[in-house]
């Protein structure tokens, strides 16, 4: 077991006789030999702080270990940190320690037991249990030991069994819940009565709706004293929602009080009316300002998502721009001359109303000028000031971030290379008709003094391993040049993949999206398997070690989800490929029963992925027995398909069309069942599901088809959108060229084309929108898209950051590096290898377009 510098480890050892310790992920289980727990019952919960956490554990260890109790606790003060920080799941905070009676008297003895030892401790509100008295124990029912259910999307869930022997999932929500079946143990039916009791400090207001949660606490919408004057509720728990140096929600929510309190009067700044304390979390009650935040008002507006903007078109985006930007620099002045900084300046803090009139939100971080320990610890990515300046500078650097990302929202990713601003002052004045100051005012903010690389060290293979020592992080890189070298782009792409390596690790070989640990290290998206995948179909070569890497992981953890993209499939895929035959059948085999309960349509995570690989498996292998399983999704999917397509409202509730989540996936699967059988009827049914997706679309102004978001941005992507849309409608069209779905692709080409895309990755970025489009214009070679992909490859540079001397890109929402296929470098490496050779598969199962197969 490791020992990390914060750990509890020195609490509890040496381990007792009789004693047996495991470490699992976060959690340090101790068991005792020869004691046999139930698999589920009600278990016991203790809540802890940062400062009492060791006393809470050593009293709990004490106890436990003197009467053979089972129990588990988190491994360091880091873990707890975290488990409480302001944006984790708030069904998990609060869980510090968790204890496993065997039965009812042991329950109540423990609880009755510690509630005397830990009475004066304070700790969390457990949102999902039910308190015992007042002190830090809080009871639930749920498993003891995992067990697993498959839901109809394929994923392991942990379960619980009904009296019957039916599993069925565990309730992990933030509210208390008690199975039907269960009986509540007598010693909580005081508790449980006395928490569905009115409180005496009854709640004064009516809550219309919840506009935002976090751990600390929720924003609501609701009418001041049962009135008719809607004001904005804002809530803190205490000792939850912590900053990464302990701060709790409370502490903030003081803050925010004390500097609204010195800002009355300041127009743009939300009037207190009060603060109260209902139960045990605080409030403030301010006046309801109404308006769209800044970046949703952004995502509405911004001229460069379009294919091609209009100069009039850009030059009536800057005069709005410019005023909002305005407003904003008076009312933070305005703050300042009030003795406050408001450290926390970002577009989702910002409000526009109708006639462009602004206001600021969210004063938790606000704070004295004349403070000399203000400087928060929480900051937005992208507008965060450097280290060393400190009041007003902070708020004049996100001021000066702000009037780049009004017009080019990429601030997140100067925190990978700071001199990138410079580049991007560039690409603005070239296409905005700015002022001239404006860049003189941005630049003389966020220029770096001196260039800023991110790296991480890890063994490295291969040709990596030469070059690592003899290059230097670029700050111009090959994307600047007037004519870049692709291919010598792609491989720096593979050197950078395979200098991020770290076999050494269990839980994941390269960096990736944070989905890698939920979905699993060695997934096709996210993990191993499509990095692996990746390099081999782009040049990069194979690589023995990472083959091993795979190998041993799917065997030591098997996935949980049958799913191509997100589980067994995409992985038996990818090791299929490069020869391991029997241990993709093996893999196959051992999900099998995972199939049966899916009802997930899609490519990514469903029936059309699966059904797809099945096929494959069947044709290279010749085997019937998988050829029969294709078939019997084939027809599972048809079934599914003729329900929702004869539903009034035509589908589901949800923005999913697309290639990965929407209708085009099983489409996909059609067209690739009628090759195979070349019964017609299968065409007939893709066109059906992909008329299904367009019915989703809508026209937009610059004469794209795209699909709608639920919070009403346009999507032209891979995954969600019309780009994966038009991949499979080009596929059907081959077939049947006289197909309905085939009059909407010039519109949807046309959507793979904007000028501007946020994101760089594969399935929601610029790569997939350029490998999408360099596969579509086999079909159609229009000067328009040639144009276009030109355009997307250049740009890519806008997002390319320097990783140990090669190029690598960010990963999903620009948060972080990431080698991945779905959001990061080996995505990007596969549609740049497809744009530039002009041949290939940008997607397993896509046509590859080589008329000689």
Not at 382 to 401: Q, V
Not at 430 to 442: A, L, M, S, T, Y
Request: with cysteine; aromatic share 8%; proline share 6%.
């Amino acid at each position: 077991m490791s020992s990390d510098a914060d750990s509890f480890d020195h609490v509890w050892r040496p381990l007792p006789m009789g004693w047996e310790c495991a470490r699992r992920d976060i959690w340090v289980t101790m068991s005792c030999r020869g004691r046999t727990l139930p698999r589920q019952g009600w278990k016991v919960h203790v809540s802890a702080r940062l400062d009492n956490a060791e006393r809470i554990l050593k009293a709990v260890c004490d106890y436990c270990f003197s009467r053979g109790i089972s129990f588990k606790f988190l491994h360091s003060k880091k873990i707890l940190l975290a488990r409480n920080a302001k944006y984790t799941p708030r069904e998990d905070s609060g869980k510090f320690v968790t204890i496993y009676p065997a039965d009812y008297a042991e329950l109540e003895r423990v609880l009755v037991d510690l509630t005397g030892e830990l009475a004066d401790e304070p700790g969390p509100y457990i949102l999902s249990d039910l308190r015992y008295g007042a002190g830090p124990l809080y009871v639930r029912y749920g498993a003891f030991t995992e067990r697993w259910l498959a839901t109809d999307r394929g994923r392991l869930v942990p379960a619980i069994e009904r009296p019957n022997g039916t599993l069925i999932p565990e309730q992990r929500t933030p509210v208390f819940s008690v199975p039907d079946w269960a009986e509540l143990p007598d010693v909580l039916v005081p508790h449980l009565a006395l928490r569905e009791l009115p409180h005496e400090s009854r709640f004064p207001h009516l809550v219309e709706h919840a506009l935002h949660f976090t751990n600390g606490g929720g924003v609501y919408l609701a009418k001041r004293d049962m009135g008719d004057e809607l004001v904005v509720l804002k809530e803190a728990r205490p000792y939850a929602g912590l900053d990464a140096d302990g701060t709790d929600a409370v502490a903030r929510l003081h803050r925010e009080r004390n500097s609204l309190e010195r800002l009355q009067g300041v127009t743009g700044v939300p009037i207190l009316h009060d603060w109260f304390t209902a139960w045990e979390h605080h409030y403030l009650m301010m006046e309801y300002l109404p308006g769209r935040r800044l970046d949703r008002w952004l995502a509405a507006q911004y001229p460069l998502t379009m294919c091609d903007s209009e100069q009039a078109d850009l030059a009536a985006y800057t005069r709005r721009a410019l005023g909002v930007l305005d407003q904003v620099e008076k009312l933070i002045r305005s703050i300042h001359e009030r003795g406050i900084v408001f450290a926390d300046l970002h577009p989702g803090n910002i409000l526009i109303a109708e006639d462009d009139t602004v206001s600021l939100v969210d004063f938790e971080l606000a704070f004295a000028i004349d403070e000399s320990d203000g400087r928060p610890v929480l900051a937005a990515p992208g507008f965060s000031a450097p280290d060393e300046r400190t009041g007003p500078a902070i708020d004049n650097y996100a001021l000066a971030a702000l009037r780049l990302h009004m017009f080019l929202p990429l601030t997140h990713m100067m925190r990978f290379q700071p001199d990138k601003v410079n580049l991007y002052m560039e690409a603005i004045q070239e296409r905005f008709p700015v002022p001239d100051e404006f860049g003189k005012v941005v630049l003389a903010e966020l220029a770096p003094t001196s260039g800023s690389v991110v790296g991480v060290p890890s063994q490295t293979t291969s040709r990596a391993r030469v070059n690592a020592g003899r290059r230097k992080a670029p700050t111009v890189s090959e994307f600047d040049s007037a004519q870049p070298d692709w291919h010598a782009i792609c491989g720096s792409l593979i050197d950078a993949i395979l200098l991020s390596a770290t076999p050494d690790r269990q839980d994941r070989l390269f960096p990736g999206d944070i989905e890698q640990f939920t979905a699993g290290g060695t997934c096709f998206a996210f993990g191993a398997a499509g990095v692996l995948h990746a390099l081999s179909t782009s040049g990069g070569g194979r690589y023995v070690e990472h083959e091993r890497w795979l190998l041993e992981s799917v065997r030591r953890d098997p996935p949980r989800r049958p799913g191509f993209y997100d589980g067994t499939h995409g992985i038996a895929y990818v090791l299929r490929d490069f020869g391991y035959v029997h241990e993709a059948v093996a893999l196959i085999e051992e999900s099998a029963p995972l199939v049966g309960p899916l009802r997930d349509h899609g490519l990514h995570s469903g029936l059309a992925g699966v059904g797809l690989n099945l096929l494959h498996f069947g044709q290279v292998m010749q085997s019937g027995t998988y050829l029969a399983q294709a078939m019997s999704i084939g027809d599972r999917l048809t079934e599914k398909l003729t329900v929702v397509a004869g539903r009034l409202d035509g589908r589901e509730p949800r923005a999913t069309a697309g290639l990965l989540h929407g209708w085009s996936g099983p489409g996909l699967f059609f067209v690739r069942l009628y090759e195979h059988t070349s019964d017609p009827s299968w065409l007939d049914m893709a066109a059906c599901a992909l008329q299904l997706d367009l019915d989703e679309c809508v026209a937009r102004p610059d004469g794209s088809l795209q699909v709608p978001s639920q919070d009403g941005r346009a999507l032209p992507h891979l995954d969600v959108g019309t780009a994966g849309i038009a991949l499979v409608v080009q596929e059907l069209v081959r077939h049947v060229p006289d197909t309905e779905c085939a009059i909407a692709l010039p519109a949807m080409r046309r959507a793979c084309c904007p000028e501007f895309v946020v994101q760089s990755g594969l399935f929601a970025g610029r790569a997939g929108l350029l490998g999408a489009l360099a596969m579509l214009q086999r079909g159609y070679a229009g000067l328009d898209g040639e144009r276009a992909l030109t355009r997307h490859l250049v740009r890519l540079g806008w997002h390319a950051v320097p990783y140990r001397g090669e190029l690598a890109f960010p990963g999903n929402k620009l948060l972080r590096l990431s080698m991945d296929f779905a959001t990061g470098t080996a995505g990007v490496l596969r549609a740049l290898t497809v744009a530039v050779d002009r041949s290939g598969a940008l997607l397993p199962f896509l046509d590859d377009g080589d008329s000689t197969k």
